[in-house]
């Protein structure tokens, strides 16, 4: 079974400053990598995904990730934090499953993101 | 804006009654999926409908079931509910496509159970 596990639960980060946040996974196959945020009362909203090819993704709000095989990881960075990025983070894997072109998500248990002014 | 829309946002009720979560997919999407995220438990998925059938089932008790009807709108029914079922609940969508798809998130339902 897929599992995600995001080491860090809460980061706080000063504005401006550059930001990683890990992601670790477990999974037999390929693995489809995604990166959601969710803001206070909010649902969760895609930043950026990994399916095939570069291993370098780059998503919205600047944020960009990579897929690390070797490591099984996938972290989040960007290289100069804004205050409106005071979030949650959720890491998740896609598990595929034929005839139904569409997956089921795991997702890591997430890291807050905390940002000082 | 996902384009997902759930009803009610928020949800009160006592031990023991049921309750039905209503979510809208995106306009063309067949497949709808349900999620729980709870304190203790996290983002954890539920059950997965295409194009009104069931697909896949996670971690959902036999108290809850789901269906999705033939304009693609989707219903949890969750039953005989415990202070534990406390949690908001996501419904999300996404498009038929092979390899590259990405599922949009409502904006949930927040049930909490007195």
């Known amino acids: 079974a897929q599992s995600v596990t995001q080491p860090d639960i809460h980061i706080t980060v000063s504005e401006g400053a550059s930001l990683e946040l890990r992601c670790n996974y477990s999974?037999?196959?390929?693995?489809?990598l995604f990166w959601y945020v969710q803001s206070p009362g909010q649902g969760l909203q895609l930043l950026l995904k990994?399916?095939?090819?570069?291993?370098l993704v780059q998503g919205i709000k600047g944020f960009e990730a990579e897929f690390k095989r070797s490591q099984s990881s996938f972290n989040l960075r960007k290289p100069s934090v804004h205050w409106s990025d005071a979030a949650e983070y959720f890491c998740a894997v896609g598990s595929l499953y034929s005839g139904a072109g569409s997956y089921q998500l795991t997702f890591g248990k997430g890291t807050k993101l905390s940002v000082i002014p | 804006d996902s384009g997902v829309t759930q009803t009610p946002k928020h949800l009160i009720t006592a031990t023991g009654q049921r309750v039905t979560l209503r979510c809208s997919p995106r306009s063309g999407d067949l497949s709808v999926y349900w999620y729980q995220q709870s304190l203790d438990q996290g983002l954890q998925f539920l059950i997965q409908y295409y194009n009104g059938e069931e697909r896949a089932k996670g971690n959902i008790l036999e108290r809850f079931s789901a269906q999705q009807f033939p304009d693609l709108h989707s219903e949890l029914n969750l039953s005989s509910l415990e202070l534990g079922d406390s949690a908001l609940y996501f419904c999300a969508s996404s498009e038929y496509r092979e390899g590259d798809t990405e599922a949009f998130f409502g904006q949930g339902t927040r049930l909490t159970v007195v």
């Open positions: 999974y037999g196959a390929t693995p489809y």
């Open positions: 990994y399916f095939s090819g570069d291993t």
